[in-house]
């Protein structure tokens, strides 16, 4: 199989599995794992006979795959055995696979957004300039639906845009979902009470922060360590589970 594209044109091994479901024209909700496990190993030895550099998170994923593949090979002692294990790496890998292309496409539509906007606005509006400098205080979150919440992030960025103005720069290391979920869950440790998502996006200093403090925000909801709410103004509060 030739390989026309490289490593650096995904941004993870999931990532690049997702790609050859689509090449492959595979079905994510019944995934033929074994199509999949020798597409993926068969790219990973391609690029390292090309001698090109693999990240240790593509090679995590081919040794599981490598391991599945081996598994499948082995003389079966039960049919059933060999089957439940199968069922379970594949349900597995699906979920995260979808996890994953979830996160993407939030992060495709917030980024459309921002760029029509930026087309939109030249200027910020004073009245709404003023109006979302009064502070609001929210004493109770109850949880509202997830399209609530994607309305109100894209109000949150446009409020952002308009009363702090992002630099442009020129980073090396961009921060992770789990390292800005850690950074989070340190700094409502300790809080009593919800924070609004603008506060807690204080130290943000481009959208690519933004963003990843929102998704990881949606972690946090899904591992049900934070609640949430969205009040009248489509400001997003947020709160730990327990308080």
């Known amino acids: 199989m030739d390989f026309l594209i490289t490593l650096d044109q995904f941004e993870g091994p999931l990532d690049l599995m997702l790609h050859l479901i689509k090449e492959n024209k595979l079905d994510l909700f019944d995934l033929d ?18 001698h090109l550099e693999v990240a240790s998170e593509y090679l995590s994923e081919l040794a599981s795959l490598i391991a599945y593949k081996s598994k499948k090979l082995l003389p079966r002692e039960t049919v059933e055995v060999e089957e439940e294990y199968e069922e379970d790496q594949r349900d597995q890998l699906v979920a995260r696979l979808l996890e994953y292309q979830r996160y993407k496409e939030v992060s495709l539509a917030l980024k459309e957004d921002y760029e029509q906007r930026q087309l939109h606005f030249s200027r910020p509006v004073s009245s709404l300039v003023e109006e979302w400098k009064v502070p609001v205080e929210s004493d ?3 949880t509202q639906s997830p399209y609530d919440l994607m309305k109100a992030m894209r109000h949150c960025i446009v409020r952002m845009e308009l009363l702090q103005p992002y630099e442009t720069k020129i980073t090396i290391k961009e921060l992770s979902i789990e390292e800005r979920a850690v950074q989070i869950k340190e700094r409502m440790k300790h809080l009593e009470g919800s924070i609004s998502f603008q506060d807690l996006c204080a130290d943000c200093t481009s959208l690519h922060m933004v963003i990843v403090t929102f998704l ?13 709410s969205i009040d009248e103004t489509q400001m997003i509060w947020v709160a730990r589970e327990d308080l």
């Open 33 to 50: 794992m074994n199509v999949l496990a020798t597409q993926y190993i068969d790219y990973i030895h391609a690029m390292q006979n090309m």
């Open 140 to 142: 109770t979150l109850e």
């Open 216 to 228: 990881s925000i949606l972690d946090l909801i899904h591992e049900k360590w934070m609640t949430y």
